[in-house]
Nanobody, 113 residues
Framework: QVQFMESGGGLVQPGGSLRLSCAAS????????MGWYRQAPGQQRTMVAT???????NYVDSVKGRFTISRDNTRNTVYLQMNSLAPEDTAVYYC???????WGQGTQVTVSS
C-alpha cells in the first residue's frame, strides 16, 4: 500500500508563505487525483485543493489566488504553495489519494504574529 509523508509545515507570520510537500512511497499515485485538506481545532476536515492525474486543479474559494497545488510525478510528490497566509489558514494539513482514500499523517501550519 502506498504511504504518504507530508512536510513543510511550521510557524509563519501573516502574509508569509510556506510550501507543503507530500511524498508518496510508490508511483501508482501518478494517475490518481490527489488533494490537500486541512483541519483546524474543533472543526471538520475540509478540502483545500485537488489535482487530477492530468493536472486539472480545483480550490476552495477561500484560498483561490493564494494557494497553488501542483504535482511532480517523476518525484511521486504533490505540493501546496501557500502565499499571503492568514491566521484563519492555521490548521493541520493532510494530503490524500482521492482514488484510494489514503491519507498522510498531517503537518501543522500556524499563522501568527
Amino acid at each position: 500500500q502506498v504511504q504518504f509523508m507530508e512536510s513543510g509545515g511550521g510557524l509563519v507570520q501573516p502574509g508569509g508563505s510556506l510550501r507543503l510537500s507530500c511524498a508518496a512511497s510508490g508511483s501508482i499515485f501518478n494517475t490518481h487525483a490527489m488533494g490537500w485538506y486541512r483541519q483546524a481545532p474543533g472543526q471538520q476536515r475540509t478540502m483545500v485543493a485537488t489535482i487530477t492525474g492530468g493536472g486539472t486543479t480545483n480550490y476552495v474559494d477561500s484560498v483561490k489566488g493564494r494557494f497553488t497545488i501542483s504535482r511532480d510525478n517523476t518525484r511521486n510528490t504533490v505540493y501546496l504553495q501557500m502565499n499571503s497566509l492568514a491566521p484563519e489558514d492555521t490548521a493541520v494539513y493532510y494530503c490524500r489519494d482521492i482514488y484510494t482514500n489514503s491519507w498522510g499523517q498531517g503537518t501543522q501550519v500556524t499563522v501568527s504574529s
